[in-house]
C-alpha cells in the first residue's frame, strides 16, 4: 500500500506560481512512476504529467509543455508539481497517483494503482 498526499495548493492570481508537492508513505516510492492528473468542475480528468521511477523520464500533456514541470526527489518521498504563468482555467483539483510502471507516457488515469485526496488550486483573474 502507498498512501499520497499532495500539498501546496491555493488560490492564486493569474500569473503567479505554485509547487505542488505529492508525498508518499508506505512502500517504497522510489520504485513507483507517478503522476499527476486534474480536475475541473463539470469537466472530466486530466492528464498533466508523469515521471518514471528515476526520473529521468517525463511526459507531459501537449498543453501543459512549457509551464509546467514535474520533477522528484526520492529521497524525501516526494514528486513536485511546479506551474508557472497561472491561468483561470488552470483551476482544478490536483492529484498525483502511482503506478508500478510506467505505461506509455502516463496519461492512462486507469494504470495507476494509488491516489492521493487532492490539493485544490484556484487562480483568479
Known amino acids: 500500500q502507498v498512501y499520497l498526499v499532495e500539498s501546496g495548493g491555493g488560490l492564486v492570481q493569474a500569473g503567479g506560481s505554485l509547487r505542488l508537492s505529492c508525498t508518499a508513505s508506505?512502500?517504497?516510492?522510489?520504485?513507483?512512476?507517478m503522476g499527476w492528473f486534474r480536475q475541473a468542475p463539470g469537466k472530466e480528468r486530466e492528464f498533466v504529467a508523469a515521471?518514471?521511477?528515476?526520473?529521468?523520464?517525463?511526459y507531459y500533456a501537449d498543453s501543459k509543455k512549457g509551464r509546467f514541470t514535474l520533477f522528484r526527489d526520492n529521497a524525501k518521498n516526494t514528486v513536485y508539481l511546479q506551474v508557472n504563468s497561472l491561468k483561470p482555467e488552470d483551476t482544478a483539483v490536483y492529484s498525483c497517483?502511482?503506478?508500478?510502471?510506467?505505461?506509455?507516457?502516463?496519461?492512462?488515469?486507469?494504470?495507476?494503482?494509488?491516489w492521493g485526496q487532492g490539493t485544490q488550486v484556484t487562480v483568479s483573474s
Open positions: 497517483a502511482a503506478a508500478t510502471s510506467l505505461s506509455g507516457d502516463g496519461s492512462t488515469w486507469e494504470a495507476y494503482d494509488y
Open positions: 515521471i518514471s521511477w528515476d526520473g529521468r523520464t517525463r
Open positions: 508506505g512502500r517504497t516510492f522510489s520504485s513507483y512512476a
